[in-house]
């Protein structure tokens, strides 16, 4: 600290503790006084980099996720997400984060609620039952797997008690919460379509509650883009009946035809019943 600095520290502590202890009126000075203060303070160098004081760093906390923003290439969210540890009871549950699949110039992004044991395992959706069947109907749709992209809201399997089975609904702040993630997926792929798989997808991605029935079967929007709402498959899988079977069949031509895909004879028969 220069002797300069000193001098003018050593007259202005005093009169500033006499201040506070309201024993003196507030200082007058006049503008020359000023200007001699201002030339002083611009005789001051500053001081040498490795001179200047930092806090030290928590060591103990875990550096801040970095937030959605825009400039993002699929590669850099990808390790962003993989990294994120937004969700501590998530982070330490978790064997990974699922990031999501598929084409990333896809026309048609299909979006589930969370990973499952499965997913949490193999670090991809929709790999389990419930998964081979949605292969399935996007193999009857006409397109591969690795055509079109698939994600979730959660990208970490959302945490069971200790010694449970299966899995559980996200909640919806845990939904709230990753939603960016998605939200910056989507931003990249820019899809002509989405599919929201299940209430609880939907609720996630849109915020809507009401009931399935209600939702499915018409359009509905996220950042502009179409989004059909069907059942999940594992809805399927629960129940058989062809009715419900062709009530997602029924959502799926609805996609194809909003993608101007040629939908054939035999697609538009599917689980029909038998005249
Ligand atoms: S669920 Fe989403 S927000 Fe939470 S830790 Fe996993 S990636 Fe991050």
Not at 83 to 90: D, I
Not at 137 to 161: H, T, Y
Not at 169 to 195: D, F, G, H, Y
Request: with cysteine; hydrophobic share 45%.
């Amino acid at each position: 600290m220069s002797a300069n600095l000193h001098r003018a520290l050593d007259a202005a502590i005093p009169m500033l503790k006499t201040i506070r202890q309201g024993v003196k009126a507030p200082p007058k000075a006049s503008s020359a006084a000023l200007e001699k203060l201002r030339q002083l303070a611009r005789a001051i160098p500053p001081a040498p980099q490795s001179a200047q004081v930092h806090e030290p760093a928590e060591k103990s906390a875990p550096a801040p996720a970095p937030e959605p923003s825009e400039g993002w290439t699929m590669d850099s969210l990808r390790t962003a997400v993989l990294a994120c540890e937004k969700c501590p009871h998530l982070v330490t549950s978790r064997t990974q984060v699922v990031f999501g699949v598929g084409n990333p110039e896809a026309d048609l992004v299909f979006v589930g609620e969370a990973p499952g044991a499965d997913e949490d395992e193999q670090g991809e959706p929709f790999v389990g039952l419930a998964g081979q069947l949605q292969t399935k109907i996007i193999l009857a749709m006409g397109f591969q797997r690795e055509d079109v992209f698939i994600a979730n809201v959660l990208k970490c399997r959302p945490d069971m008690p200790s010694g449970a089975s299966g899995n559980r609904k996200p909640k919806s702040a845990e939904m709230a919460t990753c939603l960016p993630w998605l939200s910056e997926q989507i931003a990249l792929v820019k899809p002509r379509v989405i599919v929201a798989l299940g209430a609880v997808a939907a609720e996630g991605l849109l915020g809507l509650t009401s009931p399935l029935r209600d939702l499915r079967g018409r359009w509905h929007e996220f950042q502009g883009i179409p989004v059909m709402i069907t059942y999940h498959p594992a809805y399927l899988l629960r129940n058989q009946s062809l009715s419900e079977k062709r009530k997602v069949w029924e959502d799926m031509l609805l996609v194809l035809e909003k993608l101007g895909k040629k939908i054939t004879a035999k697609q538009r028969a599917f689980f029909t019943a038998p005249a």
